[in-house]
């Protein structure tokens, strides 16, 4: 009997609405768990998880009949409304609209870990908005400045 295989990884990003720096260190592992808990109740796998005050980084190792979209979705929702039900920020905290969807193949995996894992390294030499758009033109995706970042 044939079975589906496959090996799909995808590194999401996406920030807090207005690129406000609300995702406080004192509570910042608390909602990776939670967001690592909903990939893995949606049978996907979070390979690295990490992220800055503005914004997040993961990368997921997913199934084929996965929705980005959906899951990213779902992400967003039930982390925003456990932000607010903890009140783990003391301002309204929501996601921005839209995010980044980047594909890596098998054999990249760990430059992609390595540059997740090291983000608050990375940005003291270079901020969210000129990382994404450096990131959009790596993997040459057509974007419009107008609707890039809130």
């Known amino acids: 009997m044939m079975n589906t ?12 609405k207005g690129r406000e720096n609300l995702i406080l260190p004192s509570w910042e592992e608390k909602i990776y768990k939670y967001i690592t808990g909903i990939v893995q109740n949606k049978e996907q796998k979070m390979i690295a998880i990490n992220g800055m005050p503005d914004h997040i980084h993961f990368l997921l190792g997913i199934r084929p009949t996965c929705c980005i979209s959906d899951m990213v979705r779902e ?21 921005q609209e839209g995010f980044g969807a980047f594909s890596y193949s098998h054999s990249h995996l760990d430059m992609a870990i390595n540059y997740i894992l090291r983000q608050k390294e990375h940005h003291k030499k270079k901020s969210f908005g000129d990382e994404y758009i450096e990131m959009l033109q790596k993997f040459n995706i057509d974007y419009n400045d107008k609707y890039l970042l809130e």
């Open 5 to 16: 295989y496959s090996q799909i990884y995808v590194h999401i990003v996406f920030a807090v």
């Open 75 to 95: 992400i967003k929702k039930s982390s925003n409304l456990y932000i607010q039900t903890e009140q783990l920020s003391k301002f309204k905290f929501q996601w």
